[in-house]
C-alpha cells in the first residue's frame, strides 16, 4: 500500500529559518509557484491524498502500534489482534525477550 507524496513545505524555506514548515499558498504578483511556471515545485492538490481506507497502514495492509509496556500490549491483543506491534526503542533487552516468549 503506498500512497503518493509532494513536497507541500514552503518554497522559501530554503532561504529563511523563519517560516514554518505547513503549506501556505503562494499570493505574491510575481509568484513564480503561484503562477505555476516550468521549473518551480508543485503545488499540493487534493487528488495526492490517501484513501481513508488505506491511512495509517503499512505494506501488508495492517496498522502498527508502538508497545512500551505489558500493560499496553495485553489490552491491543485483547480488543484487536490484527495490529501489527511494534517493541519500542526505550525497552531493555530483557523486558523484549519476556514479549517475544509471551506473544509469539
Do not use: C, M
Amino acid at each position: 500500500v503506498l500512497s503518493v507524496t509532494i513536497q507541500k513545505t514552503l518554497y522559501e524555506l530554503k532561504f529563511f529559518d523563519i517560516f514554518q514548515k505547513s503549506w501556505r499558498k503562494p499570493v505574491g504578483i510575481d509568484s513564480a509557484i503561484r503562477r505555476s511556471s516550468r521549473g518551480t515545485l508543485k503545488k499540493p492538490k487534493i487528488g495526492y491524498g490517501t484513501s481513508k481506507n488505506l491511512k495509517h497502514k503499512n505494506k501488508t495492509g495492517k496498522t502498527s502500534v508502538l508497545i512500551t509496556s505489558l500493560n499496553e500490549i495485553n489490552n491491543i491483543k485483547y480488543y484487536n489482534p490484527s495490529l501489527q506491534l511494534i517493541l519500542s526503542k526505550k525497552l531493555s533487552l530483557r523486558k523484549r525477550r519476556l514479549y517475544y516468549k509471551k506473544y509469539k
